[in-house]
């Protein structure tokens, strides 16, 4: 956890159906600079739907998004209309790391995480590698800035995919389900290095199911459940002491994650 400063996203009302299925139903979030909060709830809750809506994968079908005060699209007419100019500088400034690693696989390391610098942000080749190496060194991959995806183990591509993002020197950082698609030896060094991020002051919205990792990191915990926040708190109230009884049967299915003093 780190120090906290001034507003990073703010949400409002935010929804997001597919066809007549509603996914998100009014979501109010606040995330300041600095913080950690992460989003925990079932399949299907709309976590992952929440985090595509905050850098516009997905387009919300009502509610507004704010970034560093800035309202992201126009209103009219009572709906909120977006242009895909307007976008991409803020999908560039929102960094995202998926539960798949993505990695071109014709690429070293040091080439995945150039490209978003290079072709989004133009900038010259020369600070491009730089970049490359600084945030490669940073996630403990100084050493394999020349290898291939296929010669990495899986906690090392998503490593580079967590550099990747950071290259883009986001103001936000996106985590969706980062470990989910690793074996269990390698969760350890990617939860390390975001917990690292976390402590030198990176802003950060997480999915996650690792409540351990939740509870030492997390500034914040909002639990989702039918596409609403069903409870927010720090996380020694919210994983230790539940007030839904929802939450508390969620909590239940972790049998990994046990505190004397929890109460569920």
């Known amino acids: 956890m780190s120090e906290q400063g001034g507003e990073v996203l703010r949400i409002e009302g935010l929804r997001k159906a597919f066809g007549a299925t509603e996914v998100l139903k009014g979501i109010d979030l606040s995330v300041a600079k600095g913080e950690a909060v992460v989003l925990l709830g079932a399949s299907g809750s709309g976590k992952s739907t929440l985090l595509r809506c905050v850098n516009f994968l997905e387009i919300p079908s009502a509610g507004r998004v704010v970034i560093d005060g800035t309202a992201?699209?126009?209103?009219?007419?009572?709906?909120?209309?977006?242009?895909?100019?307007?976008?991409?500088?803020i999908r560039a400034h929102v960094g995202m790391v998926f539960q798949h690693f993505n990695l071109f696989p014709h690429m070293t390391a040091r080439e995945n995480v150039m490209e978003g610098p290079r072709t989004v942000l133009r900038?010259?080749?020369?600070?491009?590698?730089?970049?490359?190496g600084r945030y490669l060194a940073k996630v403990g991959l100084a050493d394999k800035m020349d290898a291939y995806p296929s010669h990495l183990s899986g906690g090392q591509q998503q490593r580079v995919a967590i550099a990747r993002a950071l290259a883009m020197e986001p103001r936000l950082m996106l985590f969706d389900e980062a470990t989910s698609a690793l074996d269990p030896e390698l969760v350890g060094e990617v939860l390390q290095t975001m917990k690292d991020l976390s402590d030198e002051g990176m802003t950060m919205l997480i999915v996650t199911h690792e409540l351990g990792f939740a509870y030492a990191v997390a500034d914040k915990v909002?639990?989702?459940?039918d596409g609403r926040i069903h409870e927010e708190g720090p996380p020694d109230e919210l994983l230790v002491r539940p007030r839904e009884a929802r939450t508390r049967e969620f909590l239940r299915g972790h049998a990994s994650f046990r505190l004397p003093e929890a109460e569920f």
């Open 222 to 225: 909002l639990f989702l459940h």
């Open 123 to 132: 900038l010259p080749r020369a600070e491009c590698r730089e970049r490359a």
């Open 72 to 89: 992201v699209g126009r209103e009219r007419d009572g709906a909120v209309l977006y242009r895909e100019a307007e976008l991409i500088p």
